[in-house]
């Protein structure tokens, strides 16, 4: 079992940048594939990005690439989620998630969810 606690949300005027960060517990990280999803106000829950358990596989949804970078520290047991040219419609809770059924693109493809981080743009 792994648990997980995101950070790093917060006001950002539009066109700016942040960073996420999840934090994962147990030793057992370097076998989870990692995802980030966010829910807007009224939303579903979309997917963002994932990375497989080894880094070696990246996805993003088509509006975020390009825009948006997932990494992963395997030593600190940290995923990242690089924000760039921030946009009104990127405000959201943003989820980070872990499985180890392989990385997946949809929430039902995650096992253990964190408690979410409020990123906020400002126009």
């Known amino acids: 079992q792994v648990h997980v606690v995101e950070s790093g949300g917060g006001l950002v005027q539009a066109g700016g940048s942040l960073r996420l960060s999840c934090a994962a517990s147990?030793?057992?990280?370097?076998?989870?594939?990692m995802g980030w999803f966010r829910q807007g106000p009224g939303k579903e829950r979309e997917f963002v990005a994932a990375?497989?358990?080894?880094?070696?596989?990246?996805y993003y949804a088509d509006s975020m690439k390009g825009r948006f970078t997932i990494s992963r520290d395997n030593v600190n047991y940290t995923v990242y989620l690089q924000m760039n040219s921030l946009k009104l419609e990127d405000a959201a809770v943003y989820y980070c998630a872990a499985t180890q059924r392989g990385v997946a693109r949809t929430p039902t493809g995650y096992d253990y969810w964190g408690q979410g981080t409020q990123v906020t743009v400002s126009s």
């Open positions: 147990g030793r057992t990280f370097t076998s989870y594939a």
């Open positions: 990375i497989s358990s080894s880094g070696a596989t990246k």
